[in-house]
C-alpha cells in the first residue's frame, strides 16, 4: 500500500482562494485585515515561518504589520510592543512568534494580547472558549494548526467522527489544543493524548485510526507503529545541517517508511505547515468581520 497524500500546498491554495472572495467583500467596505507578528531574536524557523505568513498576506490582501525585537529584548520591551499591537488600528489580528527567548514569561505575553485580535487562538480567553464549546456569535478563533489538521482530514474526506485519534506530543501549539479540537461536537473524535511519560507508545500509536506526530524529534514515529489504513498527520520539524545551496534540511517526526503502512499520509514540509499558515489568515479573515459586524 502507498499512502494517499494529505496535500498541504493545493489544500492552503484552495482556502486562500476562498479567503480572497471574502476579502473583497471587506474591501468594498473600506476594511482591509490586518496581521501583525511580533518576532523576538533570530530564531532561524521562526524568522522563515514569520517571512512566509507575510507572503501569504500579501498573495490574498490582507495588510502587513511587522515588528521585530533583538533577542536581547527584555520583557518589558515585549510586553511594550504587546501594547502597541493591541492599540494599532490597522491590526485586525496578531500573533507573538513562539517560541520566545529563554528569559520571557510566554504565558504571562500570550495573556497581554487582546483576545479580540488574538489571531493564534492561544490566549487564555480563547482557549477557554474552546473548552467552552462556545460557538456561532461569540466563536473565537482556534489555534492554527490544530485547525489545519482537521481541515486537511476533511478536505481529503478522512473519516473522523468516531475514530480513534493518537495525538504524540502535549505542546502548547499543536498536542492540548488539537486533543480539544478533534472532541468538539461535530468532530467527535475519540482522542488519547500521549507524551514523553506515556508507557509503550507503540501498542498507543498502533491502536490509532488517525495519528498527530508533534514532538520535534527527526522520525521518531516508527512505520512499524502504524495501523495499516491509518492516516498519519508529521506535523513537527527539525532544522538539520545545511544544503549546498545554504539552506537547512527539514526532517519531520515520522519515518518516511510510514508511506508504505498508512492509508493517508501528510508530508513534510508540504503537509500541515502550509495548512497553520493558510488558517492563520482565516482567523485574520474571521476578526476583521466580526470587528466590523
Ligand atoms: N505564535 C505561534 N508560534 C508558533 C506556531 C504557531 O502556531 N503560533 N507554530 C509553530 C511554527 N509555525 C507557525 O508559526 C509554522 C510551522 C511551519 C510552517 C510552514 O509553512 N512550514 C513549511 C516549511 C517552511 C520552511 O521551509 O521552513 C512546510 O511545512 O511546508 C509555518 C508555520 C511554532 N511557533
Not at 20 to 35: K, S, T
Not at 60 to 73: D, H, K, Q
Not at 170 to 181: N, Q
Not at 265 to 292: F, H, I
Request: aromatic share 2%.
Amino acid at each position: 500500500m502507498t499512502a494517499i497524500t494529505l496535500d498541504g500546498v493545493a489544500t492552503a491554495t484552495a482556502i486562500k482562494n476562498e479567503l480572497r472572495e471574502r476579502i473583497e467583500a471587506l474591501a468594498a467596505r473600506g476594511i482591509v485585515p490586518g496581521l501583525g507578528t511580533l518576532l523576538v531574536g533570530e530564531d532561524p524557523g521562526s524568522i522563515s515561518y514569520v517571512s512566509s505568513k507575510h507572503r501569504d498576506c500579501a498573495e490574498v490582501g490582507i495588510r502587513s504589520i511587522p515588528v521585530e525585537l533583538p533577542a536581547t529584548a527584555s520583557e518589558a520591551e515585549v510586553r511594550s510592543a504587546v501594547a502597541g499591537l493591541n492599540a494599532d488600528p490597522s491590526v485586525t489580528g496578531y500573533i507573538v512568534q513562539l517560541p520566545l527567548p529563554k528569559g520571557i514569561d510566554e504565558n504571562a505575553i500570550l495573556e497581554l494580547i487582546d483576545p479580540a485580535k488574538d489571531a493564534d487562538g492561544l490566549h487564555p480567553t480563547n482557549l477557554g472558549r474552546l473548552v467552552l464549546g462556545v460557538e456561532g456569535d461569540l466563536h473565537s478563533p482556534l489555534p492554527c494548526t490544530p485547525a489545519g489538521v482537521v481541515e486537511l482530514l476533511r478536505r481529503h474526506d478522512v473519516p473522523i467522527a468516531g475514530k480513534h485519534v493518537v495525538i504524540v506530543g502535549r505542546g502548547l501549539t499543536v498536542g492540548r489544543p488539537l486533543g480539544l479540537v478533534f472532541t468538539r461536537k461535530g468532530i467527535d473524535a475519540t482522542v488519547t493524548l500521549t507524551h514523553s511519560r506515556t508507557v509503550d507508545l507503540p501498542t498507543e500509536v498502533r491502536r490509532a485510526d488517525i495519528v498527530v506526530a508533534a514532538i520535534g524529534v527527526p522520525h521518531f514515529v516508527k512505520a512499524e507503529w502504524i495501523k495499516p489504513g491509518a492516516a498519519v498527520l508529521d506535523v513537527g520539524v527539525t532544522r538539520v545541517g545545511m544544503t549546498d545551496s545554504g539552506k537547512a534540511r527539514l526532517h519531520g517526526d515520522v519515518d518516511p517508511a510510514a508511506k508504505e503502512v498508512a492509508g493517508w499520509l501528510s508530508p513534510n514540509p508540504g503537509g500541515v505547515g502550509p495548512m497553520t499558515r493558510a488558517l492563520l489568515l482565516s482567523n485574520v479573515v474571521d476578526a476583521a468581520e466580526r470587528q466590523s459586524a
